[in-house]
């Protein structure tokens, strides 16, 4: 049985609802990462599950118990909020161990365990200053060990790193990471960026409009996105996704024949409008002898690879090449094309084919 | 360069004195000729021509039993005040912030008395505290009691005269305090919400403290002005019976304005200046060595 499950649990703000019916089912140490664009609901749902909203219907159980209307002190979660949410007057000691005095612990037992959880999180020289003298690495670090002194069921993190710069990010990206591992608690992290949930996750559940689009580990979200909103969402630069027909095990963009993997061809058959999609990184080498040529407009050299940005007809084109590639903006080439990394989508229902 | 130097100058003084001749006409003339006149002994009825007496005016001041009785009272009903002003008006911002049922029209009801002239507020009082006519000694013999004289036995006259105070000016307490409570992040108290706080500590750790910055300069506000009322013991009392409620302002007024003994009302304003500063500067340290431990 999953540790924590949500069933048929809406949230409607008035006459808006923000989350129609939604199942999901946590594994007891499942990292999840709830990704999605913003307004997507992913935040109202953690908020749920912490308790901080009350759900509409549906219900909420963690670890076997129904705790839909249950206070959020009751649910044996811990959350990290994205502005950290210290508390200003207390030392980072205080604001560790506050939690553990109010409900009684012995001073012993939280001067062990805060001093166990500064150690992990390297805040010991730290202990005794105020959130406001410590930097925003140092401020998240605080609110994570506030959440894991508590040894909660289940860990909440609502945006941690949204507030850090980009380097500090993908320390603590890593450092989270480790942490919920070695702990082996319940998690559940949301984010809007792509890159954090496919890094952290052992599953990720894709969201928009307050829907599941698609819950997988994160090489399955990007080999085999379920829909056309997934494969656009993950993978950066996103991916190129062009009007074609299938016709003869080839498809036909723009007026380019771009022949199809044997398999691929016998499953899809011929069909006369479909949603081509290829990621700008499998224009780059390729086993197939297919190959899309176009005039970029734009050559963005990266260093490690340099990106080709055109048109196929009317619609945009993203290539990523090789750095020396003989590319210029305004002169035709040709980049080649892995057609075993090719997707297809129903253009009606945006459905994976 | 000496004739452009010349003309700055001039320049200078064009917008130097206008401010400097406002600030000596307005603050430091009053405050300094009502200096010299409390260092004499001056009377306009019957008219005696100045006469400088040295220190006596404050001499006599502080060996009058008057004096120390209106600071007596004037500190009663000061801090006493103050204190029920602070906690009423923090429990009632407290519940309007947490949105108790129909807190908007709490809201405008609560603010309604703070809109009031004192004097108005004092004429009120003093119908509804009247002995014979007031609704308070009707409820009270209604109830069996006997007839209180609230405005003519001391106690109950300071009593009353607390009552009317707290009454006036805890809407202002609630409102600043309210706009405090509204400041703070909502992400603190959710925090603490998951973390199993319970409400009463989540406010004893979280909320006062986070306030404690704003409660000082409240209370220090309301202690300022409160030391110096006078229109609500005025109107209710006259400083009665006898001046058993008679404050520090109210005996300046009585001394200037009925016995026109003008060098020794000077004298005692400025003893209630030096006054009012010992206080406030008692507070504010009192109150740094509080904000210390959290700040």
Known sequence: MAHVELSQLTKAFGAVTVIPPLDLDIEAGEFLVLVGPSGCGKTTTLRMLAGLETASSGTISIAGQDVTDTRPGERDCAMVFQNYALYPHMSVRDNIGYAMRVHGAAPAEIEARVGEAAELLGLTPYLDRKPKNLSGGQRQRVAIGRALVRQPQVFLFDEPLSNLDAKLRVEMRTEIKLLQRRLGTTTVYVTHDQVEAMTMADRVVVMHAGRIEQAADPITLYERPANRFVANFIGSPAMNFLSARIEGGAVHVGGQRLPLDPADAARLGDRTSVAFGIRPEHMRQAEAEAALSFTPEVVEPLGAHTLLLGHVGEEKVVAQVDPRFPAAPGEPCTVPVDMTQAHFFDPETDIRL | ?295
């Open chain 2, 1 to 295: 360069m000496h004739q452009t130097a010349g003309r700055g100058d001039a320049i200078k003084h064009v917008f130097m004195w206008p401010a400097f001749l406002i600030v000596l006409v307005v603050t430091l003339f009053p405050l300094i000729y009502a200096l010299v006149v409390s260092f004499q002994a001056i009377r306009i009825v019957p008219p005696l021509p100045p006469r400088f007496v040295g220190v006596e005016n404050y001499a006599d001041i502080l060996s009058s039993a008057r004096f120390w009785g209106s600071m007596w009272t004037t500190s009663v009903i000061v801090f006493v005040s103050v204190a029920l002003q602070f906690v009423i008006g923090f429990a009632l911002a407290l519940a309007l912030h947490h949105n108790v049922p129909g807190a908007n029209l709490y809201r405008v009801t609560f603010l309604l008395p703070m809109f009031l002239a004192p004097v108005c507020v004092a004429l009120i009082a003093r119908m509804i505290f009247h002995p014979y006519l007031g609704p308070v000694n009707d409820a009270m013999s209604g109830m069996g009691f006997g007839n209180i004289p609230f405005l003519t036995e001391p106690n109950l006259a300071v009593a009353v005269l607390i009552t009317v105070e707290v009454w006036q000016w805890t809407p202002f307490v609630t409102l600043l305090m309210l706009a405090g409570l509204q400041s703070l992040p909502d992400e603190v108290f959710e925090a603490a919400k998951v973390d199993n706080i319970p409400a009463w500590r989540r406010f004893r750790d979280i909320t006062f403290p986070m306030l404690l910055p704003l409660s000082v300069a409240v209370i220090f506000i309301r202690l300022i002005e409160g030391f110096k009322v006078i229109d609500t013991v005025f109107v209710l009392t006259g400083g009665g019976p006898g001046t058993a409620t008679e404050t520090l302002t109210l005996f300046a007024y009585n001394e200037g304005f009925k016995k026109f003994n003008l060098g020794y009302t000077s004298a005692l304003s400025f003893t209630f200046l030096i006054i009012v500063i010992i206080v406030g500067t008692a507070y504010l340290a009192a109150a740094q060595r509080v904000m210390r431990r959290y700040a």
